[in-house]
């Protein structure tokens, strides 16, 4: 098992930012593809970006282009996902993933999940 804690959900208003974070390994980080997925009630899981390991590679949903940007912060061991111009859509419970297929019309196969941090974007 890979630990992957993800952080920084909670509650914002339509139009606000949010900036989500996942601790990871530093051999991890180094070697997987790492993604970020969003599961809302009664929808099936989504993935929303991904980044390959030497960050040449990423992908956007088209829900959140020109909207989410995900990065590497390799002092730090984290990937984040830095959220503007939430919708209330955006609404969901967000995983962060490691060890997938990272294209850039996609994100596949991935082995290890977090627990997930809640977003709700609401007034």
């Known amino acids: 098992q890979v630990p992957l804690v993800e952080s920084g959900g909670g509650l914002v208003q339509p139009g606000g930012s949010l900036r989500l974070s996942c601790a990871a390994s530093?051999?991890?980080?180094?070697?997987?593809?790492m993604a970020w997925y969003r599961q809302a009630p009664g929808k099936e899981r989504e993935g929303v970006s991904c980044?390959?390991?030497?960050?040449?590679?990423?992908y956007y949903a088209d829900s959140v282009k020109g909207r989410f940007t995900i990065s590497r912060d390799n002092a730090k061991n984290t990937v984040n996902l830095q959220m503007n111009g939430l919708k209330p859509e955006d609404t969901a419970l967000y995983y962060c993933?490691?060890?997938?297929?990272?294209?850039?019309?996609?994100?596949?196969?991935?082995?290890?999940w977090g627990q997930g941090t809640q977003v709700t974007v609401s007034s």
């Open positions: 980044i390959s390991v030497n960050e040449r590679i990423t």
């Open positions: 530093a051999f991890v980080l180094n070697n997987y593809a």
């Open positions: 993933a490691a060890n997938v297929l990272c294209h850039s019309g996609g994100v596949y196969a991935s082995t290890y």
